[in-house]
């Protein structure tokens, strides 16, 4: 167990680095949009005079390098700086948005992940049969549908025509559980018919690769029956490449769940990084990505330490 | 056209002062204020309570609750929930008295207002002279980064007579003064405010809670100036960004009011039969702009080619579902009063536009058009041109841009882009903010011997019938030379649900011009 | 082992899918009854009928034309998008795997930064910057699934490197290329390519996702996400406008993947595996 635990060292040591990696890959995109914050701010306004005043406010006329230099030493003391759009702390607005972000994307995970699996390994078992084919259509056909078609089919049977749900998901502070379902069951049904497809598909393919190891057959010409076979001896080899297509699936609900923000009106995370990128907001955009990359960082972190754990050749 | 317009020609200051002490006097006890649109005649008794949520189109985490910074029809709508000004606008644009109980100038130049008593702040400090020159006069700090800016820069000087006295002073003499005064960006603040995180107003509704990009909530003022009003007790205003949600969450019954419905929602508004629109014909529009400083715009032809290219009545049926105003190339929208009615629209003319192409001597070449989804209506009207342009043997290649960064990156940047603008309270600012040469909008690079100095006249004109006269020369020439095709005027279509009464129109924009939280109520 | 195998039928199902868009795309703009952008009717979202077989849509054009030319667009940017972050991803995972510690974690890190960014803020941070063009977006939608494709590419490629027949040919004393060309590359074929099969179907999405942030094809031309997109609208009255090109994407995508589903069960059997 030593070597794991300084395997899993040496990787978060690695996840700093990683961070500022991407610090500087969204300074050196950012720094190719035409335009900044000034001029977004002043919009249709903005003359040249009026421009230069706000630039001067907002500390724009330092270099860029300077001002991120300024933004990545306040980061290290804790301090993300002031949005350029609004004057406000970039803390304040991100403490407004990521606890909303990370409770959709906590229901979304909690309700796709287990299903998603299920419905893989389920396929695997019985591949080939009806079964197979059945899920396998199913699964093809949920990923085959463009998120935003989905979410507002939803919303016109659920919302519109039954009334059954809230069109917006919004359960206002204190709200009872039914008000809560009725403001998530939505976006969460959504973000499922994107997820599972992924998941599931990635988790029989991955099952069934095993299933064709020599070792399998082996197992399966002592007699031992399918589903032993299945869970016993296949699902722990396969664990490192399942982990891993869950860890991609569920990166994707922090940063890639703008659509859904959008259509359900969901204060999150993804369209205040939207919103940072519009107005040329860089220590709001700057900050945004740092989470998604820590958040990233995190989820493969313990789809690797899965891997490792469940394969102990990888722990040389 | 009605009293409180005649009232800034040919009469005597001391005149002036009366007639707007009168409409004043009467619209402040009796809450009786001459009510926007027509819509109302029908509506039931006002009556208080009722919480409602409202959804607009456009919010950010830049929404802002200093009303010189307000951009979109959010922060405009929270600007008048919160803050008062010295006029506000009546049905037909036409200002009203409100903080300022009377106005007064004799050449239009200085003006002096007569600031209305015994109105407080939120915070319970009274509202004086000071409050207002403060207020006036940090649009011309460039600190502020104020929107109107350019046209505070008009404002020579303001200072108090008296602690409820005003003296402003302008730079040249502008009949339209008061109807500026009456746009949210003028709204007034106490004295002193930089900090504007509390929405320091002495307006109808005060601030319960603001997070930018996610929700504002006021309450009920009680202690608002004009007795018995508002009636709601509380209002939610959101930003739902996507038309098809915003329409369904009025359907669902999650909010109350929405603004900028597609026509094409209007269907299914009205046949849910809880739910109601409300169109205001206005002059807002997108207009193709043909760079008069660049190849191919600086050729007379090539433009008036592209002008007969456009098929304005497929804009309108096909884009915007009919609803909409015919345009005929200069910026006034026909149901203005001073809208040149005797110059004729000009029709789809695809010999007259080959004819012109051919004069040009410009080419067939490839000319890039740029559009954007944010210039409504831009991207089809530019592909509907191509097509157009298609049969003549021109060959226009669309580049739509995203929003984000299309005003300061593409739009006036081009030869051939598209812009947007919203209505202007008056003639007078439309023309000099888009159309004067020395204006930083002037979008097409446009001059035209006369043309500036024909603005300037009919700004200090206080005779309507010869300002009349002048607007329609301006139209003429904008509508022969001026380097911008103005296809259709479009209307704001709010969509309400039914119990909410008292919906009219003021044509600034959707929404009652932004204005509607002081006068509807909700009868559920 | 016939448990293991993918069924035929399926196959050929998705063969015939596959090769009827690969034919659309190639000869629809020439049978199609209008052109792209042109108006044919005042009346908008119309139902199927003899005249618009298809209906219309938002603006009165022909909902059948532009489907026919709409795949086009679909197919050439999503095929192109998916198998550019294929190869991209797989040389990259396998060079990580058989390379040293420090490459490895070199190449890693730099991935991971790259997929920390959400593919949709990557491209409107991209486009904003530079443009939109087909050859943008498909550069675009490929370098945001190439983190994807890395990361499961090295992973098989690891399981692999550890496998005994590549211990025995690394004993033999072969060289890490003939390892990777050898030795792993083809042992990671069908989950890759099952892999990119999917990431087609991604390709395709994050397409139209992109069209509803107005990001995407310039008009006139649209592709398939796109016209569900731009007739959204039409969704409350059940207008062919918008679930047309909605049925086109998941025929399409059911299609590839069958295909690719069926491949895999077949080359199984022809290399005598299982």
């Not at chain 1, 070792?215 to 032993?228: D, I, N, T």
């Not at chain 2, 001059?447 to 024909?454: A, E, I, N, R, T």
Request: hydrophobic fraction near 50%; glycine fraction near 8%.
């Amino acid at each position: 167990m030593k070597s794991v635990l300084f395997l899993i060292l040496r990787r978060i040591g690695t996840v700093l680095l990683t961070l500022f990696l991407v610090s500087m890959v969204v300074f050196s995109l950012s720094s190719l949009l035409p335009g900044d914050a000034a001029q977004q701010l002043l919009g249709q306004s903005a003359t040249p005079e009026a421009v230069a005043a706000l630039r001067e406010v907002l500390g724009l006329d330092k270099p860029g390098h300077l001002r991120y230099l300024d933004w990545l030493r306040g980061l290290i003391v804790g301090d993300p700086g002031i949005s350029l759009a609004n004057d406000l702390p970039v803390a304040q607005l991100v403490a407004e948005r990521l606890p909303r972000s990370l409770l959709l994307a906590g229901i979304a995970a909690l309700v796709s992940v287990p299903l998603a699996l299920t419905l893989g390994i389920a396929s695997a078992m019985y591949g080939g049969t009806r079964v197979d084919r059945f899920l396998n259509t199913l699964t093809l056909t949920m990923v085959a549908i463009p998120e935003f078609l989905v979410a507002t089919t939803l919303v016109l049977v659920f919302a519109v025509k039954l009334n059954w749900v809230s069109a917006l998901s919004y359960a206002p502070p204190g709200a009872s559980f039914g008000q809560f379902i009725a403001a998530y069951a939505l976006p969460v049904l959504t973000l499922f018919f994107v997820l599972v497809a992924q998941m599931a598909r990635m988790s029989r393919a991955a099952v069934l690769d095993q299933l064709s190891q020599p070792y399998v057959e082996m197992a399966v010409l002592k007699g031992a029956s399918l589903p032993r076979v299945v869970l016993r001896h296949a699902l722990p080899n396969a664990i490192g490449p399942i982990a891993n297509a869950v860890a991609l699936s569920l990166s994707y609900l922090l940063g890639g769940v703008i659509i859904v923000e959008v259509i359900f009106n969901y204060p999150g995370i993804a369209s205040l990084m939207v919103d940072s990128v519009a107005n040329r907001d860089m220590p709001l955009l700057q900050t945004c990505a740092m989470i998604f990359c820590a958040a990233y960082l995190l989820l493969v972190l313990i789809a690797d330490i899965c891997a490792i754990v469940s394969n102990p050749k990888l722990r040389t | 056209m009605n009293d409180s317009n005649r009232i800034y020609g040919g009469m005597s200051r001391r005149e002036l002062l009366a007639a707007i002490g009168a409409v004043g006097l009467g619209a402040g006890l009796g809450g009786a204020l001459s009510l926007p649109g027509s819509a109302l005649a029908a509506s039931s008794i006002p009556r208080q309570g009722g919480r409602i949520r409202v959804a607009c189109m456009s919010s950010s985490t830049a929404d802002t609750l200093d009303p010189a910074k307000g951009a979109l029809s959010t922060d405009y709508t929270r600007h008048y929930m919160v803050y008062s000004g010295l006029t506000q606008f009546d049905g037909d644009l036409n200002p009203l008295p409100a903080l300022a109980e009377s106005i007064a100038s004799d050449d239009m130049t200085v003006w002096v207002f007569n600031l209305r008593r015994g109105v407080e702040f939120h915070s319970g400090k009274p509202l004086t002279a000071a409050d207002v020159v403060y207020s006036l006069l940090r649009h011309k700090d460039k600190t502020v980064a104020s929107k109107v800016a350019s046209i505070a820069a008009n404002i020579r000087s303001a200072r108090a007579l008296t602690p409820h006295q005003v003296e402003v002073e302008l730079a040249g003499p502008n009949v339209d003064f008061p109807v500026i005064l009456a746009t949210s960006h003028f709204l007034i603040v106490p004295e002193g405010t930089t900090d504007f995180s509390t929405a320091p107003g002495c307006g109808p509704y005060k601030l319960k809670e603001f997070v930018p990009g996610v929700r504002t909530i006021v309450t009920r003022n009680q202690n608002y100036w004009k007795p018995g009003r508002p009636y709601l007790d509380e209002i939610e205003l959101i930003a739902i960004s996507d038309e098809m949600a915003r329409v369904n969450a009025l359907l669902s019954g999650d909010v109350q009011l929405v603004n900028a419905v597609d026509p094409r929602s209007i269907r299914r508004i009205s046949a849910s039969g809880t739910a109601a629109v409300q169109e205001t014909s206005s002059g807002l529009y997108s207009n193709l702009i043909m760079r008069q400083d660049q190849f191919p715009g600086n050729n007379p032809d090539f433009v008036l080619a592209l002008k007969y290219l456009f098929d304005r009545e497929t804009i309108k049926r096909a884009l915007f579902r009919g609803k909409g105003m015919l345009g005929n190339d200069h910026p006034v929208p026909p149901n203005h009063k001073f809208y040149a009615s005797d110059l004729p629209v000009r029709a789809h003319d695809l010999d007259r536009a080959a004819y012109h192409l051919r004069r040009s001597g410009v080419g067939k070449a490839p000319f890039p058009l740029f559009a954007s989804p944010a210039a409504t209506g831009s991207v089809d009207m530019a592909a509907l041109l191509q097509l157009s342009a298609h049969k003549i043997g021109l060959n226009l290649r669309v580049n739509r841009m995203p929003s984000d960064g299309y005003w300061s990156n593409h739009w006036m940047k081009h030869p051939l882009s598209f812009g947007n603008v919203n209505p202007r309270p008056s003639i007078d600012l439309l023309l000099s903010t888009f159309f004067v040469s020395t204006a930083s909008w002037n979008e097409s690079a446009w001059h035209h011997p006369g043309f500036d100095q024909l603005v300037i006249a009919a700004r200090g004109e206080a005779d309507e019938a010869r300002r009349r006269q002048m607007y329609v020369d301006a139209q003429v020439m904008i509508h022969e030379h001026c380097g911008v095709g103005i296809p259709l005027f479009f209307s704001f279509i709010d969509g309400f649900d039914k119990r909410l009464q008292g919906m009219g129109t003021i044509p600034t924009g959707g929404l009652m011009g932004y204005s509607f939280a002081e006068y509807v109520w909700w009868n559920g | 082992m016939n448990l293991f195998r993918t069924l035929r039928l399926s196959g050929s199902i998705g063969l015939i899918l596959v090769i009827f868009w690969l034919a659309v795309a190639l000869a629809g703009p020439a049978l199609a009854p209008h052109p792209l952008g042109e108006i044919v009717d005042y009346d908008v979202f119309l139902p199927m009928s003899s005249t618009y077989p298809m209906g219309t849509d938002y603006l009165g054009r022909d909902v059948l034309s532009r489907i026919l030319y709409g795949a086009r667009f679909t197919i050439t940017i999503g095929a192109a998008a998916a198998i550019f972050a294929g190869i991209l991803g797989t040389a990259l995972g396998i060079f990580a795997a058989v390379s040293s510690r420090m490459v490895d974690e070199t190449l890693s890190r730099f991935m991971d930064a790259l997929s920390a960014i959400p593919g949709k803020i990557l491209a409107l941070v991209m486009i904003a910057a530079l443009g939109s063009s087909v050859a943008l977006l498909i550069m675009i939608i490929g370098v945001s699934y190439t983190p994807g494709c890395y990361r499961i590419a090295r992973s098989l490629a690891v399981n692999l490197n550890q496998m005994d027949f590549v211990q025995v040919a690394r004993a033999r004393g072969e060289g890490r290329f003939y390892l990777a060309r050898v030795e792993i590359f083809p042992n990671m074929i069908h989950p890759m390519l099952t892999d990119v099969g999917l990431r087609f179907v991604w390709a395709v999405l994050l397409l139209s996702s992109l069209s509803f942030i107005g990001l995407g094809m310039q008009p006139p031309d649209a592709d398939l996400g796109s016209l569900v997109r731009e007739n959204i609208s039409g969704l409350a009255e059940g207008a062919p406008a918008v679930l047309m090109p909605a049925v086109a994407i998941a025929l399409l995508t059911i299609g590839v993947n069958l295909l690719i589903d069926s491949l895999r069960g077949q080359a199984k059997t022809a290399t005598g595996e299982v």
